[in-house]
């Protein structure tokens, strides 16, 4: 926010200045000019991504307006949250930066009919241990998700999900109570984030990630 000085304020400040011996002088207002034209003009001249990674680096500094107060999926309902959780794990499906959905650890779902979401695993996606994402490992992550006793935000995504069963080893599906047309779009955040049920149900691991630990492990 720009803030505009009254005339004698601005003049007070002038003179201290010029009193401190700073020895520099006020930009031109050409040069204030140029300044201004060199900034963006429209968000679409940011970049939406960046560049995939190559390497393993020693340090990772996120820009967040507080410190990340956990790395559970469901857990996450802020931007600090969202934001790393995003960087570190996958949705089934993932939406664009113009509000689209693309496929992500599925391909785009498939709805036979009004009540029936299928989502197909993509070929050769895997965890971080090298351990494939089953069909059994997504239907554990959207029923916790969904499931109140699991002290996330996002039973309510799952209002009008009547069952969640895995049909084979790379295909789940949804049978609805009901239409949902919002259900894909919440599947591509926070809710539809898939992490391997084994390392998931690690006693001693379920009590750490809470705050320091992620179970997505991609």
Known sequence: MTRVLPAAATAAALAALAVSGCGKSAPSTATGAATNAAAPTSTTQLPATTPAGNGEVGKITWALYREVGTLDPIQAFDYPEN???TA???ALIKQQPDGTLAPGLSALPEHPDDKTTVFKLQDGVKFSDGKPVTAQDVVYSLKRAADPKSGGFYPQVF???ASITA????TVTLKLKQPDFWLDGELSQMAGIVYEQAYAENA????RHRRN????RY
């Open 83 to 85: 934001t790393v959780q």
């Open 88 to 90: 570190l794990c996958d």
């Open 159 to 161: 209002a009008r999900v």
């Open 167 to 170: 049909t084979d080893d790379t």
């Open 204 to 207: 001693d691991l379920l009590q």
């Open 213 to 216: 630990l992620t179970i997505c």
